[in-house]
Every structure is written in structure tokens, then in C-alpha cells.
């Protein structure tokens, strides 16, 4: 019996002009994704974000705005990772999240877990990610920055 808990964050990681930061899972090479990773204890979703963006890719999210989609996705977890939940646990919840840097730089690899890593246009990382919900919050990158930045008067 596993001790995950089925709650979980995406963090999607990019840029002012929209490359995103992939990684290439060490469990499943040649799968790539956004930072994910299942809460501990009672983090918030904002606290587990927090956590697995510096375990995963050594970023501070305390120096770049973190945002909090106030999304839910819930899926089937892949039959292959089921024994890290406990027994009976087949669906999880992801909490979606985004953290904007200013360009594009080097991270520091949780070598467990991530092979490479790699800086891509939007487009071009919402095709190479493994996963449905992760490619769709790529997807909806350039509007999410879209209303974010100040509209001409």
C-alpha cells in the first residue's frame, strides 16, 4: 500500500513570451511534463506548488509570481502508479498552478525523479507533454497572460 494522498499540483513554468519549462520523467523516459508532484500532510495546493518547484527544479518560487488557476482537474491515475496510493485509490485530484519567470534559465534537476529538462515555445511543449491536463494548461498559456497584462488605454 502506497501513502501518496490523491491530491496533487501542475505547475506550469514559463516565460514573459511564453517558453515553457518541461522535464523528462526519470520513471518513464521519454515523457515529458510540467513540475508536478502530491501533497504532504495539510499543504495547501499553493505550499505543495511551493515545495515541488524547489525540489524539482531548484527555482525560489518566493522570487517570480506564483498563480493559483483556482482549476481543478480529476482524473484516473495511470494503473502503473497506482501502488503508491493506498489501496482503492484510482482517481486524483490536480490543483493547477503557473509560475511566470522572466526568461528562460538553467534549473537544478531532482536527478531521481528527471532525466533532462528543456525550454520550449507553448505550442510546441503542450504536443511533447504525456499528459491531457497538462498539455491543455499549456494550451491556455497565452490567454491566462493575455489578461494579465495591462490593456492599452
Known sequence: MGNKQPVSVLVV?????????????????????SVTGSREGEETPLQTAQREVLEETG?????????????????????????????????????????????????????SEHLRYCWLPWQDAAAKVFSPSNADAIRCLPERLARLRPQPA
Do not use: F, M
Open 59 to 111: 527555482l525560489d518560487t518566493r522570487q517570480h509570481p506564483l498563480c493559483d488557476w483556482q482549476q481543478q482537474n480529476r482524473y484516473e491515475i495511470y494503473p502503473k502508479w497506482r501502488h503508491r496510493y493506498p489501496d482503492g485509490v484510482t482517481h486524483n485530484t490536480e490543483h493547477v498552478l503557473s509560475l511566470l519567470l522572466p526568461t528562460a534559465q538553467p534549473v537544478r534537476l531532482a536527478e
Open 13 to 33: 513554468i514559463h516565460t514573459a513570451d511564453l517558453n515553457v519549462l518541461l522535464l523528462e520523467r526519470a520513471d518513464y523516459p521519454g515523457s515529458w511534463q
